[in-house]
């Protein structure tokens, strides 16, 4: 089981990023997919999740309204549009696949891809 994150990068305040992450294993469709981020110096929190089917999504309140969480089954990817992006959004960003219905805690997840750096100047 693979899964690979991009599309992170060094950007200004106000702009825009998509990150994708694309999973390796054919039963992609059957679990939930999240994103998670880590910043230097703190904890990983939750930034978003969404079902297997797409079909209900879940946000950090901090993120809310700002970040669009999505997949695609058919090309077994999961996306991250994050708009508006501030300072504060800057860490890594790390996608993960959990069999749970909408799991928003990293210990419901069952795998991990390896992180893409999201670099939000002021």
């Known amino acids: 089981v693979q899964l690979q994150a991009c599309g992170g990068g060094l950007v200004q305040a106000g702009d825009s990023l998509r990150l994708s992450c694309a999973a390796s294993?054919?039963?992609?469709?059957?679990?939930?997919m999240g994103w998670f981020r880590q910043a230097p110096g703190k904890e990983r929190e939750f930034v978003a999740a969404?079902?297997?089917?797409?079909?209900?999504?879940q946000y950090a309140g901090s993120v809310g309204g700002r970040f669009t969480v999505g997949r695609d089954n058919a090309k077994k990817t999961v996306y991250l549009q994050m708009n508006r992006l501030k300072p504060e959004d800057t860490a890594v960003y790390y996608c993960?696949?959990?069999?749970?219905?909408?799991?928003?805690?990293?210990?419901?997840?069952?795998?991990w891809g390896q992180g893409t750096q999201v670099t939000v100047s002021s």
């Open positions: 993960a696949a959990s069999t749970e219905w909408l799991p928003s805690l990293g210990t419901e997840y069952n795998f």
């Open positions: 969404v079902t297997w089917s797409g079909g209900t999504t």
């Open positions: 294993f054919s039963t992609f469709s059957n679990y939930a």
